[in-house]
């Protein structure tokens, strides 16, 4: 039975990648400052314990956990690239996660991160982050490195850039993953699939109809000079669709949100849609619905990490 622990737990896909996998596991703790987010995670699942803050919960009344799974912001370190250690990233969230690796000693983590991440401050924020990670004895993707500092944590540690659209779900979505082990061993990503879904095999037949684009909202999205939609010069259905984003209920921009054309109308892909491809089941999303507005379901689906490569990358971890 793996003891399992999530911060910025969101809508829980680590705990949807485990059920998908049949991996008995048991729900230690979760947590979420994103009080809707909360309503939703409680629907699907049923933790020990839920936190509001990371900031304020006490780490040491947290039994050591088997698997620990964050997806932190990306944010600046005051003093990156000076080689402060734990210094370096306090203030930050990524300080309070290292904080609990440090006090816990959790046996795995995976951590998750926009892929600028790798170029964030000229690169100097990753560089920190890893450095954290794996000095003291550790490893960076197999490999012992010079410690640069005195108070890293000596996990072994592999990171790479995943695709959503590689592990089955057609939307494009890179993010960094970071997975660490207390102990040495051996660990390669999960190779990239074969696409057998497309974007219109995971839309709903009959979408209700407040989800069509009226005239002037078109005329606010779409730049006239790049051809008129009605005559088919603009293309917006894809076989995969663009990256879901937190903001995707809000009426954007063409090149960044995603739009669809039914029966020479255009509208946005609905909540359903968006949990889709990030690998949620329908049963699972009308139990979120229930307890949440479109608006949430939309910001939710936008912040979650996809379950289809969490399982992924779980399946290496636990199964292979």
């Known amino acids: 039975m793996i003891k399992v622990g999530t911060d910025f737990s969101g809508i829980g896909s680590p705990e949807a990648a485990l059920k998908r996998l049949n991996i008995p596991h048991h729900n230690v703790f979760a947590c979420d400052i994103d009080k809707y987010a909360k309503q939703s995670f409680l629907e699907l699942n049923s933790p020990d314990l839920f936190y509001d803050d990371i900031t304020t919960r006490d780490y040491k009344e ?41 006090v816990n000693q959790p046996a795995c983590f995976i951590l998750e991160n926009v892929k600028g991440l790798l170029s964030h401050d000229n690169g100097k924020t990753y560089q920190t982050i890893t450095d954290v990670l794996t000095n003291g004895g550790g490893t960076l993707n197999g490999q012992m490195g010079m410690d640069t500092i005195e108070d890293g944590l000596g996990y072994h540690v592999y990171t790479q850039v995943l695709n959503t659209k590689d592990y089955g779900i057609p939307q494009n979505r890179e993010r960094i993953f970071i997975v660490g082990f207390k102990y040495w061993r051996t660990f390669n990503f999960p190779v990239k699939l074969p696409l057998k879904l497309m974007l219109k095999d995971m839309l709903q037949d009959n979408a209700n109809s407040k989800y069509i684009l009226s005239e002037k909202m078109i005329e606010n999205i779409f730049e006239p000079s790049k051809g008129d939609w009605k005559s088919g010069s603009m293309t917006i259905d894809t076989n995969i669709a663009k990256c879901i984003n937190a903001r995707v209920f809000k009426m954007g921009r063409a090149d960044t949100d995603n739009y669809i054309t039914v029966d020479d109308k255009i509208r946005r892909l609905t909540p359903l849609e968006c949990w889709k491809l990030q690998g949620f089941s329908d049963e699972e999303f009308y139990k979120a619905q229930k307890v949440n507005s479109d608006t949430q379901l939309y910001k939710q689906a936008g912040n979650s990490i996809t379950v289809n490569v969490m399982t992924a990358i779980l399946k290496k971890i636990y199964l292979s």
């Open 62 to 102: 947290v039994p050591q956990l088997d698997l620990y799974v964050a997806g932190f912001p990306c944010q600046s370190f005051s003093h990156a690239g000076k080689r402060g250690g734990f210094n370096d990233t306090r203030g930050t969230l990524f300080y309070n996660v290292a904080e609990f690796i440090k």
